[in-house]
């Protein structure tokens, strides 16, 4: 029996943990959260994660669920992915990986579902998209910033090529002309190396991500299971 279940949908944050476990070598199962039967708010999955949100990493400890989270913990259980506890580099890792999962993903979470936070009046979704999407333009030039003074752990980088592929896609139906990787040139960089990690090509096999996903990503075309 494999140590870890990951409960992931194609194209989702689970992503981010497959890369992450993946390049640790720690072997998991993975277990497909139907998204198109909304399977993340049944009965058994809310029991995983009470908030109905992908993924769910469950191991020895139970199940785990954030993605912040998830990586923290594997780092201080396995290493490999940011600074050990005694490195003095470990307070940067803490302060920009939490920047990251409590700041821009839930930025892009707004952006993406205006209506979860506005209500189904179209000018108020606009207004938070609109004002979002500056943000997050704000957010990405001072990772930009940080990304130019030396290389990121490896769980931020994971997780920044995510969020900079989905900004490129997402929401469908908007102008996201406000977002282009080239403004950003050393995540641009970063999003270029981590294409090249065997981590990349094991998650685009696994969820159909395309030749490049973080640099020119185009939707994701599973085998099973959708991306919304």
């Not at 930025?107 to 506005?118: D, G, S, V």
């Not at 469908?172 to 981590?199: G, K, N």
Request: net charge neutral.
């Amino acid at each position: 029996m494999k140590p870890y279940i990951l409960h992931y949908a194609p194209d989702n944050a689970s992503v981010i943990v497959r890369m992450a476990l993946d390049a640790i070598g720690q072997p998991f199962d993975a277990v497909l959260v139907d998204r198109s039967r909304h399977a993340q708010t049944s009965p058994e999955y809310l029991k995983l994660n009470p908030h109905g949100l992908i993924p769910v990493l469950q191991g020895a400890a139970g199940a785990m669920f954030e993605t912040g989270a998830i990586l923290l913990w594997l780092n201080d259980r396995h290493g490999g992915l940011g600074p050990s506890v005694t490195d003095p580099a470990r307070a940067d890792f803490l302060k920009w990986l939490f920047f990251v999962s409590n700041t821009l993903h839930p930025a892009l979470r707004m952006c993406f579902y205006p209506e979860k936070y506005t209500g189904d009046q179209a000018a108020h979704q606009l207004a938070l998209y609109q004002s979002t999407s500056k943000a997050i333009q704000t957010h990405l030039g001072t990772l930009d910033l940080r990304a130019s003074q030396g290389p990121l752990p490896l769980a931020l980088q994971l997780y920044l090529a995510a969020l900079l592929r989905w900004c490129a896609l997402y929401p469908i139906d908007r102008d996201r002309s406000w977002f282009a990787l080239a403004d950003t040139p050393h995540l641009h960089a970063m999003c270029r190396a981590v294409e090249q990690l065997p981590c990349t090509a094991a998650a685009q096999a696994a969820e159909g991500l395309g030749p490049n996903p973080f640099t020119a990503p185009v939707y994701a075309a599973p085998e099973k299971g959708t991306a919304t």
